[in-house]
């Protein structure tokens, strides 16, 4: 199957303001894309999003009748929605707005303002988010895999199911906290846990030392997914056994790299 192209996808793009609209809508053109729908608030949006089903929302944060985080909310709530690939466009920089729409599983965050190069990198996670390109396992059948989500947010483990899914891996199983990650790895035997960092009961960085310590799947891949920006946080997860980590929002294109990197180990 050939890859999908920039001027074959459908962006429906919202932002209230008309100067900011054209601008974007004239960077998303330098990109190769032609099919381009506009909306000045998240009612319109979500009307034309439901009519015309487009590959892709590119929206501002803060909207006339809602917020981004309030819109991509509502699509991933919506069973003919939840699919579409979302591109947040903001200037806000504060982990308490943007780790809400982390969790909801966008394709990616740009500041503003950005440049036509960073816009066709985000596109470019759209693209693989959209090509359904199988994984590369190694010795590993991807539709045999058994792999363990592990999140706090069920839209996260939706969306983190959802690109393993693109990579034709079937068999996923979720649990909602480190806990319950610890019980399921003692029902049954996994190939690859991936896991969030910030979680109640027990976060990702004691169900890794839980795992390589005293379960017994000790050697098991772990790919941690998350928005933690503190690197001494992150320092100690790294030494603590994990076999990737990953940004939030992440980009399938990685994903799959790391994937693959670690079967091939």
């Keep these: ?71 991509v909310h509502a699509m991933r709530e919506d069973e003919d929605l939840q699919e579409i690939a979302f ?18 599983g966008v394709i990616a965050i740009l500041p503003k303002p950005f440049s036509t190069e960073s816009l066709r990198v985000a596109l470019n996670s759209t693209i693989d988010y959209l090509d359904d390109a199988q994984l590369d396992a190694g010795d590993y059948a991807p539709e045999e895999l058994e792999v363990l989500v592990v999140d706090d947010s069920p839209l996260a483990r939706k969306h983190i199911g959802r690109v393993l899914a693109s990579m034709g891996i079937e068999r996923i199983h979720e649990a909602q906290d480190g806990v319950e990650a610890l019980q399921r790895l003692g029902e049954r035997f996994f190939d690859l ?59 399938p294109g990685s994903v799959r790299q790391l994937l693959q990197q670690i079967f091939a180990a």
Excluded: H, W
């Design 1 to 71: 199957m050939s890859r999908v192209t920039p001027n074959e996808l459908l962006v429906v793009l919202v932002e209230p303001s008309a100067t900011q609209r054209r601008i974007i809508a004239g960077q998303l053109r330098e990109t190769g894309i032609r099919q381009i729908e506009t909306a000045r608030d998240g009612a319109g949006a979500l009307e034309k999003i439901r009519t015309m089903r487009p590959d892709l929302v590119v929206s501002t944060l803060y909207l006339p009748d809602m917020t981004g985080t309030d819109l």
């Design 87 to 104: 591109l947040l466009i903001s200037s806000e920089t504060r982990f308490r707005y943007l780790d809400p729409i982390r969790q909801a």
């Design 193 to 251: 846990v991936v896991t969030d960092y910030n979680m109640p009961n027990m976060d990702g960085r004691e169900l890794v030392d839980e795992i390589r310590n005293r379960s017994g799947q000790a050697s098991i891949p772990i790919m941690m997914v998350t928005s933690e920006e503190n690197q001494n946080r992150l320092a100690a997860v790294q030494q603590s056994g994990v076999s990737a980590i990953c940004d939030k929002p992440f980009d």
